[in-house]
C-alpha cells in the first residue's frame, strides 16, 4: 500500500512538473493536453502560439519562443484509451527548396504486454523548428514502392536509338 502511495505521488509530481516549462525548450510531449480533437499546426507568431498554448493548458505559463528566428509545430492526437502513445516528428529540409522545411509525424503506440493500461489520453508533441517560409506537416504514412525493374545494360546504345528513331516517321519541313 505505502509503495502504491509513493508511486501515485511521485506520478503526480511528475505530471505537476511536466506543465512547467522554465527556460529553454526545444520539444514538449505528453500525455495530457486540453486539446481533444486530431490536429497539427504550425504556430509562427506570438499570438497565436499563445492562443494555442492556453488551449493546450490554461494553468502553465506561455513557454518562451523566439519568433524572429523560430516556428513551432505541434502535433495533438486525440482523444484516446491507449496509455503510452507517443507523437514523433522528424523534421527535413526541403532538398530543392532552402526556404521549405517538410515535418512529418506519426503515432507511436507502446509495446503489447498483456495488462496494459487503459486511461483516457491526449498525446501531443510540439517542436521548434527554424523560421521558414512554407512549413508542410503531414502524418508519416507507409509508402508503397513499385517493383523495380532492371535498368537497360547501356542505356547510351546508338543501335536501339537508331532503331527507335526509324520507325517514328517525322515529316519534313518542305513537306515530303
Known amino acids: 500500500m505505502k509503495t502504491t502511495?509513493?508511486?501515485?505521488?511521485?506520478l503526480i509530481?511528475?505530471?505537476?512538473?511536466s506543465a512547467q516549462v522554465v527556460g529553454k525548450?526545444?520539444?514538449?510531449?505528453?500525455?495530457?493536453?486540453?486539446?481533444?480533437?486530431?490536429?497539427?499546426v504550425v504556430v509562427a507568431d506570438?499570438?497565436?502560439w499563445e492562443k494555442v498554448w492556453k488551449e493546450h493548458d490554461q494553468n502553465a505559463p506561455v513557454p518562451?519562443?523566439?519568433?524572429?528566428?523560430?516556428?513551432?509545430?505541434?502535433?495533438?492526437?486525440?482523444?484516446?484509451?491507449?496509455?503510452?502513445?507517443?507523437?514523433?516528428?522528424v523534421v527535413q529540409k526541403d532538398m530543392l527548396d532552402e526556404n521549405r522545411l517538410n515535418v512529418f509525424?506519426?503515432?507511436?503506440?507502446?509495446?503489447?504486454?498483456?495488462?496494459?493500461?487503459?486511461?483516457v489520453c491526449q498525446p501531443f508533441a510540439m517542436v521548434k523548428v527554424r523560421k521558414a517560409s512554407v512549413i508542410?506537416?503531414?502524418a508519416d504514412g507507409r509508402l508503397s514502392i513499385p517493383e523495380?525493374?532492371?535498368?537497360?545494360?547501356?542505356?547510351?546504345?546508338t543501335a536501339k536509338v537508331r532503331a527507335l528513331l526509324e520507325t517514328i516517321q517525322i515529316p519534313s519541313f518542305d513537306g515530303r
Open 5 to 10: 502511495l509513493s508511486a501515485v505521488a511521485a
Open 13 to 17: 509530481l511528475a505530471v505537476s512538473a
Open 25 to 40: 525548450w526545444d520539444k514538449l510531449e505528453g500525455q495530457h493536453s486540453r486539446i481533444t480533437e486530431r490536429r497539427a
Open 46 to 48: 506570438e499570438a497565436a
Open 64 to 89: 518562451a519562443v523566439n519568433f524572429s528566428e523560430e516556428s513551432v509545430v505541434a502535433v495533438f492526437l486525440g482523444e484516446t484509451n491507449t496509455a503510452g502513445l507517443k507523437v514523433q516528428i
Open 105 to 119: 509525424y506519426k503515432e507511436v503506440r507502446p509495446a503489447a504486454k498483456p495488462f496494459a493500461a487503459a486511461m
Open 136 to 138: 508542410s506537416i503531414e
Open 148 to 157: 523495380k525493374k532492371a535498368a537497360p545494360a547501356n542505356p547510351r546504345d
